[in-house]
C-alpha cells in the first residue's frame, strides 16, 4: 500500500526534525519525506494539516493478559487498543499464566499476534523458572525465540544469590535484564505509600525504602557484573536520585516510570477509589514533582503506559481487596502531553519518551521517521479534547484512574509497517 501523508507537522526526535512536511510510504517503508519519488501514486492520501505526525509510539510495558487471563482482556482488544493509542511497538511482561518462561509459549504468543491487526509484539521472557524466583531460565533459547529480555514483572525475587548469577550469565551474553526495585520484605502487606494519608485512611503502607534499598542492591550487583540493567517503573525522589548517581559513575542503566505516577500522588487516595490501586503504589507529592521534573531533565530516559487491564469485578470492591493495575496504552500519548504543556517541555522532546528512547531501550526498529525506516507511524491531534469514559476505550479493560476525566490529543490515524491500522471514527 502506498500512503501519501500530506502537510502534517512532522516530529522526529531522533532526526531533530520539526515542521511541516509530506511523508510518502510504500511496501511497508517511508521512500520520501518532501518531495515525492518519480512514478509515485498513492492508493491513500491522508490529509494532516494541523496534525501532528510523528514515529508510531513504543510501550515497555503492556500487558496483553494472554495467556492465562483472558477474562480480563484478550489479545485482540489489547492489540486494538494499542493501535488506538498509537502504540507501534510494544513489550510484554512474562506475568501470563502460564509465565513466559519456555521457548513455545513464546513462539505462540508471537504466532497470535503477527497474525491480528495491531502493534510489534515483543515478548520479555521470564528471568526465572515459573517466576518463582529460584532457577533461572534458558535465556538464550528465550532470546532465540524471540525475547528481548528478562524480568520478574512484579514477582518478587528474594534471593540475592540468584539475582547475582542472573546479571552474571546476562552479561556473558549481553542480556538485558528489566528489574523494577522493591523490598519484598519491606514491601508486604501494603498496598499504600507508607504516610501520612495511608495512615489516616487505615491502609497499610509501603516506605519509599522499599524502592531505594532494593535499588542499591542492584547497582551493586549491576557495578560488579557489568550487566546492562533498565529499572522498570521507579516511583521515588531518592530512587531517581540512586538511579541519576549512577548513571554519572558510568553503570549501564536505564529507567522508565508509568504516566500514572506522573500525575497522581498518594493525596488523590482519599475517596478510596480501587482504580487509584497500583503497583507500585501513588508515593508522596515531593516524589511525582520528582518524577516530573527527571523527565524534564533526562534523568528518567522513558514514559510507559505500566497497562494492567483488570475485571471490573476486582475493582468493584474495598480497595484493600481489589486487584491492582490500571488500564493505559490508549492514554500513553494525552497524558505524555499534558506532562509537557504542565512543564512547559518542547512536544519534540516529549515525543522522545515514548518513541525513540524506548526504542533504543527495548533494542528494537523503530521510533523515527527517516527515509528508509519502518513506516510506523502515528498522526494525531494534540489540541482535541475528549472526555475518558468506558465507551471511549477500546480496551476491554476500562480500570483506569482518569474514568471521566477530560483529555487534550487524541490519535487520529496509526499505520504500522505500512498499514493503516487505526483510524479514528
Same mark, same amino acid.
Not at 495512615?199 to 525504602?209: E, K, Y
Given at each position: 500500500?502506498?500512503?501519501?501523508?500530506?502537510?502534517?507537522?512532522?516530529?522526529?526526535?531522533?532526526?531533530?526534525?520539526?515542521?511541516?512536511?509530506?511523508?510518502?510510504?510504500?511496501?511497508?517503508?517511508?521512500?520520501?519525506?518532501?518531495?515525492?519519488?518519480?512514478?509515485?501514486?498513492?492508493?491513500?492520501?491522508?490529509?494532516?494539516?494541523?496534525?501532528?505526525?510523528?514515529?508510531?509510539?513504543?510501550?515497555?510495558?503492556?500487558?496483553?493478559?494472554?495467556?492465562?487471563?483472558?477474562?480480563?482482556?484478550?489479545?485482540?482488544?489489547?492489540?486494538?487498543?494499542?493501535?488506538?493509542?498509537?502504540?507501534?511497538?510494544?513489550?510484554?511482561?512474562?506475568?501470563?499464566?502460564?509465565?513466559?518462561?519456555?521457548?513455545?509459549?513464546?513462539?505462540?504468543?508471537?504466532?497470535?499476534?503477527?497474525?491480528?491487526?495491531?502493534?510489534?509484539?515483543?515478548?520479555?521472557?521470564?528471568?526465572?523458572?515459573?517466576?518463582?524466583?529460584?532457577?533461572?531460565?534458558?535465556?538464550?533459547?528465550?532470546?532465540?525465540?524471540?525475547?528481548?529480555?528478562?524480568?520478574?514483572?512484579?514477582?518478587?525475587?528474594?534471593?540475592?544469590?540468584?539475582?547475582?548469577?542472573?546479571?552474571?550469565?546476562?552479561?556473558?551474553?549481553?542480556?538485558?535484564?528489566?528489574?523494577?526495585?522493591? $523490598?519484598?520484605?519491606?514491601?508486604?502487606? &501494603?498496598?499504600?505509600?507508607? !504516610? *501520612?494519608?495511608?495512615?489516616? /485512611?487505615? =491502609? +497499610?503502607?509501603?516506605?519509599?525504602?522499599?524502592?531505594?534499598?532494593?535499588?542499591?542492591?542492584?547497582?551493586?550487583?549491576?557495578?560488579?557484573?557489568?550487566?546492562?540493567?533498565?529499572?522498570?517503573?521507579?516511583?521515588?525522589?531518592?530512587?531517581?536520585?540512586?538511579?541519576?548517581?549512577?548513571?554519572?559513575?558510568?553503570?549501564?542503566?536505564?529507567?522508565?516510570?508509568?504516566?500514572?505516577?506522573?500525575?497522581?500522588?498518594?493525596?488523590?487516595?482519599?475517596?478510596?477509589?480501587?482504580?487509584?490501586?497500583?503497583?507500585?503504589?501513588?508515593?508522596?507529592?515531593?516524589?511525582?514533582?520528582?518524577?516530573?521534573?527527571?523527565?524534564?531533565?533526562?534523568?528518567?530516559?522513558?514514559?510507559?503506559?505500566?497497562?494492567?487491564?483488570?475485571?471490573? $469485578?476486582?475493582?468493584?470492591?474495598?480497595? &484493600?481487596?481489589?486487584?491492582? !493495575? *490500571?488500564?493505559?496504552?490508549? /492514554?500513553? =500519548? +494525552?497524558?505524555?502531553?499534558?506532562?509537557?504543556?504542565?512543564?512547559?517541555?518542547?512536544?519534540?522532546?516529549?515525543?522522545?519518551?515514548?518513541?525513540?528512547?524506548?526504542?533504543?531501550?527495548?533494542?528494537?526498529?523503530?521510533?523515527?521517521?527517516?527515509?528508509?525506516?519502518?513506516?510506523?507511524?502515528?498522526?494525531?491531534?494534540?489540541?482535541?479534547?475528549?472526555?475518558?469514559?468506558?465507551?471511549?476505550?477500546?480496551?476491554?479493560?476500562?480500570?483506569?484512574?482518569?474514568?471521566?476525566?477530560?483529555?487534550?490529543?487524541?490519535?487520529?490515524?496509526?499505520?504500522?509497517?505500512?498499514?493503516?491500522?487505526?483510524?479514528?471514527?
Amino acid at each position: 500500500m502506498k500512503i501519501h501523508i500530506r502537510n502534517g507537522r512532522v516530529v522526529d526526535p531522533l532526526n531533530q526534525h520539526d515542521g511541516i512536511a509530506d511523508i510518502y510510504v510504500a511496501a511497508g517503508k517511508i521512500v520520501a519525506m518532501g518531495t515525492a519519488p518519480a512514478d509515485f501514486h498513492a492508493n491513500r492520501v491522508i490529509d494532516a494539516s494541523g496534525l501532528v505526525v510523528c514515529p508510531g509510539l513504543v510501550d515497555l510495558s503492556v500487558r496483553l493478559r494472554e495467556p492465562g487471563f483472558e477474562y480480563r482482556a484478550t489479545l485482540e482488544s489489547e492489540m486494538l487498543a494499542a493501535a488506538a493509542g498509537g502504540v507501534t511497538s510494544l513489550a510484554c511482561p512474562p506475568d501470563t499464566d502460564p509465565p513466559l518462561d519456555e521457548p513455545g509459549l513464546v513462539e505462540m504468543l508471537k504466532f497470535r499476534a503477527k497474525n491480528l491487526p495491531g502493534p510489534r509484539v515483543y515478548p520479555l521472557g521470564a528471568l526465572t523458572q515459573k517466576l518463582e524466583g529460584k532457577l533461572l531460565t534458558e535465556m538464550a533459547e528465550l532470546t532465540e525465540a524471540g525475547c528481548r529480555a528478562f524480568t520478574q514483572a512484579d514477582a518478587p525475587l528474594t534471593d540475592t544469590q540468584v539475582l547475582l548469577r542472573a546479571m552474571e550469565y546476562a552479561a556473558t551474553f549481553d542480556f538485558s535484564l528489566w528489574l523494577r526495585p522493591q $523490598d519484598v520484605s519491606l514491601a508486604r502487606g &501494603g498496598i499504600a505509600h507508607d !504516610g *501520612a494519608i495511608a495512615s489516616r /485512611l487505615g =491502609l +497499610p503502607g509501603i516506605p519509599a525504602l522499599a524502592e531505594t534499598v532494593a535499588l542499591a542492591t542492584i547497582l551493586q550487583l549491576a557495578r560488579a557484573t557489568g550487566a546492562r540493567v533498565h529499572l522498570s517503573r521507579l516511583s521515588t525522589r531518592d530512587g531517581i536520585a540512586m538511579v541519576r548517581a549512577a548513571k554519572a559513575q558510568g553503570l549501564a542503566v536505564t529507567c522508565d516510570v508509568a504516566t500514572s505516577h506522573v500525575h497522581l500522588c498518594e493525596n488523590d487516595l482519599v475517596g478510596f477509589d480501587a482504580h487509584l490501586h497500583l503497583t507500585p503504589p501513588l508515593r508522596a507529592l515531593r516524589d511525582r514533582d520528582a518524577i516530573r521534573e527527571a523527565l524534564r531533565d533526562g534523568s528518567i530516559d522513558a514514559l510507559c503506559s505500566d497497562h494492567t487491564p483488570v475485571d471490573e $469485578d476486582e475493582k468493584q470492591v474495598p480497595f &484493600g481487596e481489589s486487584s491492582p !493495575g *490500571a488500564s493505559g496504552v490508549e /492514554l500513553l =500519548l +494525552p497524558l505524555t502531553l499534558k506532562w509537557a504543556r504542565d512543564m512547559g517541555v518542547p512536544l519534540i522532546q516529549a515525543i522522545d519518551l515514548v518513541s525513540w528512547k524506548p526504542a533504543q531501550i527495548l533494542g528494537v526498529p523503530g521510533g523515527h521517521l527517516s527515509v528508509g525506516s519502518y513506516a510506523d507511524i502515528c498522526v494525531f491531534d494534540e489540541t482535541a479534547e475528549w472526555q475518558v469514559s468506558a465507551r471511549a476505550l477500546m480496551s476491554q479493560g476500562k480500570n483506569t484512574p482518569f474514568l471521566d476525566q477530560p483529555m487534550q490529543g487524541r490519535v487520529r490515524y496509526t499505520i504500522i509497517d505500512g498499514h493503516l491500522d487505526f483510524e479514528a471514527p
